[in-house]
């Protein structure tokens, strides 16, 4: 079994940055590639960012268009996104999640999942 609880969330205005992290407890974080993704109401959850085991390679959804970065520390058990120029679209739950897959953006291929952070952006 992998933890992950999500932190970072809130209210941010447009044109705006936030840092969310998720700590992981459990099974060897290493073992695993992490993702994020979000939920926004009423819409299927949707791929946002993956990272690589060693955080070598790393893969983004289209709409991410170069303003999310993930990263992690294996160190401290823990991957981020940092999420600059914020649209008002980008309001979501964010969730990140764990797979034994990389690249991989199918939530069926994540086996541990966060409760999720609510990010929202203000116009």
């Known amino acids: 079994q992998v933890q992950l609880v999500e932190s970072g969330g809130g209210l941010v205005q447009a044109g705006g940055s936030l840092r969310l992290s998720c700590a992981a407890s459990?099974?060897?974080?290493?073992?695993?590639?992490m993702g994020w993704f979000r939920q926004a109401p009423g819409k299927e959850r949707k791929f946002v960012a993956a990272?690589?085991?060693?955080?070598?390679?790393?893969y983004y959804a289209e709409f991410v268009a170069g303003r999310f970065t993930i990263s992690r520390d294996n160190a401290k058990n823990t991957v981020y996104l940092q999420m600059d120029s914020l649209k008002p679209e980008d309001t979501a739950v964010y969730y990140c999640?764990?797979?034994?897959?990389?690249?991989?953006?199918?939530?069926?291929?994540?086996?541990?999942w966060g409760q999720g952070t609510q990010v929202t952006v203000s116009s």
């Open positions: 990272i690589s085991w060693s955080a070598g390679s790393t």
């Open positions: 459990g099974r060897t974080f290493s073992n695993y590639a």
């Open positions: 999640a764990a797979t034994p897959y990389f690249p991989s953006s199918r939530t069926s291929e994540y086996d541990y």
